[in-house]
């Protein structure tokens, strides 16, 4: 079964031993070029489903990042804080932005596929 | 009606060619970023060279016997005094004392047949308005030529004049602020040592036909680096220039702008040129408000619009221009505060006004700082 899903947002998701991880795509992070400031929520917030939760920000403008599922913020990740760069680097591995319990694992599933985002990326 | 179509560059082929990522800007479509990125073509600007394309600025001569003096009327700046090939940066005003737009002028000289000849490059989103206005006021004797059949490219950072040295030799000698005709790949250029990054440099007005061959001639010299506009705005920030629009425009004057030290003592004795009288009226009763450099205490950067807050969390300001310094490494802006608020201080000065800026909701540490962020490097 695969772990691996997608938000129209460009965010990845990854389902772990029932935590997922979460990041932006290659697609985003090309389009928004150089980060330089990320903001993180905090380990224990309660978010809801496409609430706006990150910041990342390019040399040129900020984008939100949005929380693909409901859940709790687990980990927020210190090293892309530390090195915004490395969102750049590796988007969909180390550039991760954070973890969250899901209220609702179920949901992960309804998220777009890889076929469904290629599909999305296409139209764009 | 149908929409004005986006005007292209004599480089357009060239950019796209390059792999630039192409975005609409004052009416243009102009590279904002190649390949490289933002960071990387900034970065190697301030340690070698970059090369930019900055045609859509709107080039344009007067000719005619007393130029300078007719264009006195519209400026602010000594004209008179400018001597052949020097160039100086000027304003032009508004009667409220506003600033209609900011502008290089070049001396190019006189002629034995037609009299002085000026050379001005004035902003892309205010071409529109600025020559018809200069060619309203010229006296009968005295022409304004759009020269829109010129290319402009920028060759910005340390390296630029090793690059020439090769190519225009005699530009070496040219001081800053100096202006020489060369040749390059066969065109008859204009060269002027001045830049908006505050690295040495060069821009060089091309006719259209020849700027490519020009632009690939110096993107083969080794070192030398295509970058976009999202570069230049970041070097801009960091150098403390201002971007008509932003930091100035028509409801700012030259006196809250830090920009009185365009206008010379002559000028403001003679108080004749189109907004005089408010300006000077503003220099003696000081400025509500001053233009100043902000850095944020943190690692967020404060854009445009950001209100600036005193320690009661009164609004006292607005940044007009903010963003990450790539050579700084830290963010940096600039905005206007009330003028007993604007004044620089280090952390360590008790003196030093507690400002904040509200970012996404939340108050952020800030001071005020002299600009520029990161030294300019001038050869003079």
């Given at each position: 079964m695969t772990?691996?899903?997608?938000?129209?947002?460009?965010?990845?998701?990854?389902?772990?031993?029932?935590?997922?991880?979460?990041?932006?795509?290659?697609?985003?992070?090309?389009a928004?070029?150089?980060?330089?400031?990320?903001?993180?929520p905090?380990?224990?917030?309660?978010?809801?489903d496409g609430e706006?939760?990150?910041?990342?920000?390019?040399?040129?403008?900020?984008?939100?990042?949005?929380?693909?599922?409901?859940?709790?913020?687990?980990?927020?990740?210190?090293?892309?804080?530390?090195?915004?760069?490395?969102?750049?680097?590796d988007?969909a591995?180390?550039?991760?932005?954070f973890?969250?319990?899901?209220?609702?694992?179920?949901?992960?599933?309804?998220?777009?596929?890889?076929?469904?985002?290629?599909?999305?990326?296409?139209?764009? | 009606?149908?929409?004005n179509?986006?005007?292209t560059?004599?480089?357009?082929?060239?950019?796209?060619?390059?792999?630039a990522?192409?975005?609409?800007?004052?009416?243009?479509?102009?590279?904002?970023?190649?390949?490289?990125?933002?960071?990387?073509?900034?970065?190697?600007?301030?340690?070698?060279?970059?090369?930019?394309?900055v045609?859509?600025?709107?080039?344009?001569?007067?000719?005619?016997?007393?130029?300078?003096?007719?264009?006195e009327?519209?400026v602010p700046?000594?004209?008179?005094g400018?001597?052949?090939?020097?160039?100086?940066?000027t304003?032009?005003?508004?009667?409220s004392?506003?600033?209609?737009d900011?502008?290089?002028?070049?001396?190019?000289?006189?002629?034995?047949k037609?009299?002085?000849?000026l050379?001005?490059?004035v902003?892309?989103?205010?071409?529109?308005?600025?020559?018809?206005?200069?060619?309203?006021?010229?006296?009968?004797?005295?022409?304004?030529?759009?020269?829109?059949?010129?290319?402009?490219?920028?060759?910005?950072?340390?390296?630029?004049?090793?690059?020439?040295?090769?190519?225009?030799?005699?530009?070496?000698?040219?001081?800053?602020?100096?202006?020489?005709?060369?040749?390059?790949?066969?065109?008859?250029?204009?060269?002027?040592?001045?830049?908006?990054?505050?690295?040495?440099?060069?821009?060089i007005?091309?006719?259209?036909?020849?700027?490519?061959?020009?632009a690939r001639?110096?993107?083969?010299?080794?070192?030398?680096m295509?970058?976009?506009?999202?570069?230049?705005?970041?070097l801009?920030?960091?150098?403390?220039l201002?971007?008509?629009?932003?930091?100035?425009?028509?409801?700012?004057?030259p006196?809250?702008?830090?920009?009185?030290?365009?206008i010379p003592k002559?000028?403001?004795a003679?108080?004749?040129?189109?907004?005089?009288a408010?300006?000077?009226?503003?220099?003696?009763?000081?400025p509500?408000?001053?233009?100043?450099?902000?850095?944020?205490?943190?690692?967020?950067?404060a854009?445009?619009?950001?209100?600036?807050?005193?320690?009661?969390?009164?609004?006292?300001?607005?940044?007009?221009?903010?963003?990450?310094?790539?050579s700084?490494?830290?963010?940096?802006a600039?905005?206007?505060?009330?003028?007993?608020?604007a004044?620089?201080?280090?952390?360590?000065?008790?003196?030093r006004?507690?400002?904040?800026?509200?970012?996404?909701?939340?108050?952020?540490?800030?001071?005020?700082?002299?600009?520029p962020?990161v030294?300019h490097?001038?050869?003079?």
């Amino acid at each position: 079964m695969t772990t691996l899903r997608y938000t129209k947002e460009h965010e990845w998701v990854r389902l772990e031993g029932g935590i997922a991880v979460v990041g932006i795509t290659e697609h985003a992070q090309d389009a928004l070029g150089d980060v330089v400031f990320v903001e993180l929520p905090e380990p224990g917030r309660q978010v809801d489903d496409g609430e706006a939760i990150a910041v990342v920000e390019s040399v040129k403008a900020a984008s939100d990042v949005y929380a693909p599922l409901a859940g709790r913020i687990t980990e927020s990740n210190q090293a892309i804080i530390d090195d915004p760069a490395l969102v750049n680097r590796d988007s969909a591995g180390e550039g991760w932005f954070f973890k969250m319990a899901l209220a609702d694992e179920a949901a992960f599933h309804a998220l777009l596929d890889e076929a469904a985002y290629t599909a999305l990326l296409e139209t764009l | 009606m149908t929409d004005n179509p986006t005007k292209t560059t004599p480089l357009d082929a060239l950019h796209r060619e390059l792999g630039a990522k192409m975005v609409p800007f004052a009416g243009y479509s102009m590279p904002v970023q190649y390949p490289a990125g933002v960071l990387t073509e900034h970065l190697h600007c301030r340690q070698h060279a970059a090369l930019f394309d900055v045609s859509h600025m709107g080039q344009a001569s007067i000719h005619g016997p007393g130029a300078a003096a007719a264009l006195e009327r519209l400026v602010p700046g000594d004209m008179q005094g400018l001597a052949p090939w020097r160039q100086k940066y000027t304003l032009l005003t508004l009667e409220s004392g506003g600033i209609m737009d900011d502008l290089m002028v070049a001396n190019l000289g006189a002629h034995a047949k037609n009299g002085d000849r000026l050379f001005l490059v004035v902003n892309a989103s205010r071409k529109h308005i600025d020559l018809p206005h200069i060619a309203a006021h010229l006296p009968p004797g005295l022409h304004l030529e759009h020269d829109d059949d010129r290319a402009l490219l920028a060759l910005q950072g340390p390296a630029a004049a090793s690059v020439m040295a090769t190519l225009a030799p005699e530009l070496a000698a040219l001081p800053f602020m100096g202006v020489a005709s060369i040749t390059l790949a066969g065109a008859a250029c204009l060269a002027s040592r001045s830049g908006y990054t505050g690295e040495d440099g060069f821009e060089i007005s091309i006719p259209a036909a020849q700027a490519e061959a020009v632009a690939r001639l110096l993107l083969a010299q080794p070192g030398v680096m295509p970058a976009g506009l999202g570069a230049r705005d970041s070097l801009r920030l960091e150098a403390g220039l201002c971007l008509y629009g932003n930091d100035i425009d028509e409801t700012t004057n030259p006196v809250e702008a830090a920009l009185m030290w365009t206008i010379p003592k002559r000028r403001r004795a003679e108080a004749n040129f189109i907004g005089a009288a408010p300006i000077l009226a503003a220099l003696a009763a000081g400025p509500a408000r001053k233009r100043v450099g902000i850095l944020p205490e943190g690692r967020a950067p404060a854009r445009g619009h950001t209100p600036i807050l005193d320690d009661a969390g009164t609004a006292v300001g607005e940044i007009t221009s903010g963003g990450f310094g790539p050579s700084l490494n830290a963010p940096c802006a600039m905005g206007y505060v009330r003028t007993d608020l604007a004044i620089p201080g280090t952390p360590a000065s008790p003196r030093r006004p507690a400002l904040s800026l509200l970012v996404r909701g939340k108050p952020l540490p800030a001071r005020v700082t002299a600009t520029p962020f990161v030294p300019h490097r001038y050869v003079r």
